[in-house]
């Protein structure tokens, strides 16, 4: 098959080398509004160039791979829906909830596959969780805690942009927690502060939170997040369940250290960066879409499935700047 590879950045260039490298794709086709980016990609990865996105559309493509600036992708996902090419989008599916359902309107029953970048689905951790939790070896589910700790904060002009913590980080926790149990959320009640960069509480945010999330079954599930975890990159996901528990990133490369004497996990260099820590998932979330674009198998991961995410950060949003708890159906519009 022939895919093409919509921006050519930090993640668009490991989207393209994992490309490269499958048998079932036989060229790829690349282009970035940085033309010394895009050629540096072709000559890497065997690649031909398309000096824009028109270019690619008239070129003939099975798949495209959107890695784009967030603004481009309600315009690069609607375009290719309508050229009838299934496409691969990086989260989120826009800037805001409003162009999102927009988005959704446009290629609901079109026929096109449209996949969302949430690369914890292909993580093998959290698909043995998954797993785990529907075949009910966990009995029935009280407690779940995902976290997502960051090593250092992103720069000032990527926070203003970024929508919040919440939006743009906790959301991979939202989505994963969903994934995983098989269950939605009804009401969340969140809380936040800020103790390093000064630049994220100008900017209206906050740079560690903690959330409480009812699900529609009664299980609670806890969330955290941080800009600023000094000893690495932290994410985990706990199980807690009437019959076993599980954990999710107790690997040697967990970022924390026991205060126990005598106990020297975890004994790894500690993760400091999420394309380490999901490496491998990234690469599995290219395969199957190509398996996607082959017909063999619908979206893993549909707009839909990313718009829930989204409520759940909406509502995250709203309890932290309201002081209050606030259910997930007050802020949905669709």
């Not at 996949?115 to 589910?141: C, E, H, K, N, P």
């Not at 985990?236 to 106990?263: C, I, N, W, Y």
Request: with cysteine; aromatic share 6%; glycine share 10%.
């Amino acid at each position: 098959m022939r895919i093409a590879i919509l921006g050519l950045g930090r993640i668009g260039a490991f989207h393209a080398e994992t490309l490269s490298r499958l048998d079932t794709v036989e060229s790829l086709l690349v282009s970035d509004p940085s033309g010394r980016a895009a050629a540096a990609a072709a000559e890497r990865f065997g690649a031909e160039v398309a000096a824009s996105p028109e270019a690619v559309f008239a070129a003939g493509v099975d798949g495209i791979v959107v890695a784009a600036a967030t603004d481009a992708h309600p315009e690069l996902i609607l375009a290719a829906v309508e050229a009838g090419i299934p496409v691969f989008c990086e989260k989120p599916v826009a800037r805001t909830m409003e162009q999102g359902v927009k988005v959704f309107h446009a290629v609901q029953d079109r026929g096109v596959p449209v996949q969302i970048g949430y690369q914890r689905r292909f993580d093998a951790g959290f698909a043995a969780a998954r797993a785990a939790v529907r075949s009910g070896a966990l009995g029935t589910l009280h407690t779940v805690r995902s976290t997502t700790l960051d090593p250092e904060p992103p720069p000032a002009a990527y926070i203003a942009a970024s929508g919040g913590i919440f939006r743009d980080c906790a959301v991979h926790d939202f989505d994963i927690i969903r994934w995983v149990t098989g269950r939605e959320v009804t009401e969340v009640y969140a809380t936040g502060g800020n103790r390093g960069a000064a630049y994220i509480e100008d900017a209206g945010d906050a740079d560690t939170t903690g959330a409480v999330l009812t699900l529609d079954d009664g299980t609670i599930a806890v969330v955290s997040n941080s800009r600023h975890n000094g000893r690495g990159y932290d994410v985990r996901m706990e199980l807690h369940g009437f019959t076993d528990s599980l954990a999710v990133g107790l690997d040697d490369k967990l970022p924390l250290r026991s205060a126990e004497p005598g106990v020297s996990f975890p004994a790894g260099t500690p993760h400091t960066f999420f394309m380490d820590r999901f490496a491998d998932a990234y690469r599995a979330e290219l395969v199957a879409f190509t398996e996607v674009v082959a017909g063999g198998r619908p979206s893993p991961c549909t707009v839909e499935d990313a718009l829930e995410a989204g409520w759940i950060a909406e509502a995250c949003t709203r309890s932290l700047h309201e002081h209050r708890p606030v259910r997930v159906e007050d802020v949905r519009t669709v």
